[in-house]
């Protein structure tokens, strides 16, 4: 961006030991109003007030509108590419540039919410009872064994006992 302005102004890819001059619209045989690089330092001429130097005032006032509104352009469009860079990256719905949110999402939202802690609680509850299950499976087949071995015992004492 800056080496477009700078092409714009004739400034672009210039040595530093080359004489810089400002390069005007008019042809003039003085040397005011050039600037002129000598040993490192710049030496300003003094510029005359002419009806010449307003229309190129008025030029460079039309220019750097005119470049202004082209920076304005340029930076909308960098923010717009970034924008969806940032989309494109992070692939997230809230980290949308131009998102614009359902009116009934939060609804849904908050629905999914419910939805889901009643999901959790029902499962809890499946845990609970499937453990119940499983304890009173035990104590059946512990009632059970024991009824066995009763009813063996209660055999053979009274074979003994005969």
Do not use: C
Request: glycine share 4%; charged share 35%.
């Amino acid at each position: 961006m800056f080496s477009r302005l700078r092409k714009r102004f004739g400034r672009g890819n210039v040595d530093s030991g080359e004489t810089r001059v400002k390069e005007s619209g008019l042809s003039s045989q003085s040397n005011d109003g050039q600037r002129q690089h000598f040993w490192g330092m710049w030496n300003a001429g003094r510029e005359t007030s002419s009806p010449g130097t307003d229309l190129s005032k008025n030029q460079a006032m039309k220019e750097k509108e005119r470049l202004i509104k082209e920076l304005q352009l340029i930076t909308e469009e960098r923010n717009d590419l970034r924008d969806r860079l940032r989309f494109l990256t992070e692939r997230s719905m809230k980290n949308r540039p131009h998102f614009r949110p359902n009116p009934y999402y939060e609804d849904l939202e908050r629905m999914e919410e419910a939805v889901m802690s009643i999901l959790h609680n029902l499962e809890m509850e499946n845990t609970e009872v499937h453990e119940n299950n499983h304890k009173l499976k035990k104590e059946i087949t512990f009632s059970r064994s024991q009824k066995v071995q009763e009813s063996w015992n209660w055999t053979h004492s009274s074979k003994r006992a005969s």
